[in-house]
């Protein structure tokens, strides 16, 4: 299923990737806000090719251009007793604060919330060392 939204001029090249926040009230009376808040609110996306169709916008000083988009895939630590391939899962999010760990930005990835939903597409095979003794698992989250 092809995305389609609008990113500003500025940050519209392939590959550009970006967490889609949630509406904004400036946005309320705009003619293409349908095309813009269609998105998932906090999921990370990957522009895959830019339209030649071009709006003005209230955030935007340039403007915005149309493209397509993907959802990002995140790579996740989750609790092994839930790393089941095809499952959903609810995301929580780790209460480590360990920001040295080199596992830091897995257990609290860009684009994961507390209560989030994701469907677990694969799962690494091995466990991970959790500096707190947690039993982890590597997993891809769509």
Not at 48 to 57: A, G, L
Not at 68 to 93: N, S
Not at 104 to 125: H, W
């Amino acid at each position: 299923m092809v995305l389609v939204t609008v990113v500003g001029k500025k940050q519209c090249k392939e590959g550009f990737e970006f967490v889609f926040g949630g509406p904004l009230a400036e946005c309320r009376d705009c003619k293409v806000r349908n095309v813009c808040f269609h998105l998932e609110e906090n999921r990370r996306y990957r522009v895959k090719s830019i339209r030649d169709v071009q709006h003005e916008c209230r955030i935007h000083e340039e403007g915005v251009r149309v493209v397509e988009v993907e959802k990002i895939p995140l790579r996740a630590m989750i609790p092994a007793k839930a790393a089941l391939e095809g499952a959903m899962l609810t995301f929580e999010e780790s209460e480590c604060r360990s920001l040295s760990c080199p596992n830091y930005r897995m257990c609290k990835p860009l684009g994961a919330l507390e209560g989030m939903r994701f469907k677990i597409a694969s799962v690494e095979n091995a466990e991970v060392q959790c500096e707190k003794g947690e039993r982890l698992r590597v997993a891809l989250l769509e």
